[in-house]
């Protein structure tokens, strides 16, 4: 179904879920285990043996992954981590009125991963969410997947990371588990990770107690298109992304209504895709921002010239840059804001795992500026504030 304008909803809303997904997590976290079990056996139809998988069945499963695939993943990991790396800040500091000052960084003790699972697997998520993790310095990772056997990449890829433990469950009560704790699954200090509606409402309910990266979900992409741009080319960026699911929010942006209708061919009948004219390139950023996609593409002529005026986005791909190079190899993570959170957030980095710690050293400051802290101090009436600091330095 091709709609010839601006959308103005998206299509996920977990609050109809709520009350369901709640009931789950109190079970999780007054029942442990057992209740894993009982909702494992309900929702995903196979007996959980054993909530945490054996490290031998890690070991063997890794064993079975095709070499290629193997490659493939070793190659992916250095791109990503090299990228992580680059990003990754310095201990900073300086000093004023005889004061010094400055910033530490220190990695999240504890972090969860969830992985997607069920008719397919998603390796790449670990991927995306790990080495980050690991580039920060994080100490224990532990991560929840369902399926009665640990997929073969996904097993490979939790021995490259140093994985602490895999958990093979799935669906609201994995978030609960990683969020209270169980006889078996380790209580964490951040889940991250995407997931169904079901996953993101328990997201919502624990981040009250733990964090959380985001409400991820469903998949968003804006294509900003001119008439330089392959019409065909577009049009995969498009329904690649759609794979993600039938809610997926598509829309493609130009000033040119002919190149808009040379698109429409090659679009799939059985979707729902935006078609949005604009009067010019500047109209289409403003467009773009309002929605604050999580994919944005600058499918132009002068992509660099035009990516100054973007504001929200969780990532931005320029050119004949396909978007899908962000979902696996780019570098940029994959795990990214969605339902208008890139106006108050991006993707997952580096920093996600990382806590800045100030400290400050004041031997001898300057007592004009102690003074005026002072002032404050008495006149919102923390009158022990005052004194403490004039006991040191008056």
């Not at 079901?198 to 008439?227: C, H, M, N, R, W």
């Not at 289409?284 to 929605?291: D, F, M, P, Q």
């Not at 031997?363 to 004039?390: C, Q, T, W």
Request: glycine letters at 8%.
């Amino acid at each position: 179904m091709i709609k010839y304008e601006v959308p103005k909803e998206r299509l996920n809303s977990f609050s109809q879920v709520l009350d369901k997904v709640s009931e789950i997590v109190e079970k999780v976290r007054k029942e442990g285990d057992r209740a894993l079990v009982e909702l494992t056996e309900r929702f995903d139809k196979y007996k959980l043996i054993s909530v945490k998988a054996p490290q031998e069945e890690v070991e063997n499963q890794a064993k079975l992954l095709d070499a290629k695939v193997r490659e493939a993943i070793d190659e992916i990991y250095l791109q990503l981590e090299e990228f992580h790396l680059s990003i990754k800040p310095p201990n900073s500091g300086g000093g004023r009125m005889g004061i010094e000052y400055g910033v530490i960084w220190k990695p999240v003790n504890r972090v969860g991963i969830y992985v997607p699972g069920g008719a397919k697997t998603y390796p790449s998520t670990l991927l995306m969410a790990g080495i980050p993790a690991r580039v920060a310095g994080v100490k224990e990772i532990y991560v929840s997947t369902p399926g009665e056997k640990v997929d073969p990449a996904i097993a490979y890829i939790s021995l490259k990371l140093r994985v602490k433990e895999l958990y093979k469950i799935g669906g609201a009560q994995a978030i609960a588990a990683m969020a209270y704790g169980t006889e078996t699954v380790k209580k964490v200090d951040k889940i991250l990770g995407p997931g169904n509606v079901y996953v993101q409402a328990a997201k919502f309910l624990v981040s009250k107690d733990v964090g959380i990266d985001g409400i991820e979900g469903p998949t968003e992409l804006v294509i900003i298109a001119d008439e330089t741009a392959d019409p065909r080319q577009v049009a995969l960026d498009l329904k690649a992304q759609g794979e993600h699911g039938e809610s997926t929010f598509l829309v493609l942006i130009s000033p040119s209504q002919k190149f808009l209708d040379d698109v429409k061919p090659y679009l799939d009948d059985n979707r729902t895709y935006y078609l949005v004219k604009t009067k010019d390139l500047d109209e289409a950023v403003r467009v773009a921002n309002e929605l604050s996609p999580e994919h944005l593409s600058l499918a132009v002529k002068s992509p660099t010239e035009l990516l100054r005026l973007v504001e929200n986005s969780g990532a931005v791909t320029l050119g004949k840059t396909p978007p899908a190079i962000v979902d696996y190899c780019a570098g940029p993570d994959h795990i990214l804001p969605t339902n208008g959170w890139a106006r108050f957030k991006g993707g997952i980095t580096v920093f996600d795992f990382l806590k800045p710690v100030t400290y400050v050293i004041a031997e001898k400051p300057n007592k004009k500026l102690i003074e005026a802290g002072k002032v404050l101090a008495d006149y919102e009436g923390f009158r022990v504030h005052a004194e403490s600091m004039g006991a040191r330095y008056d």
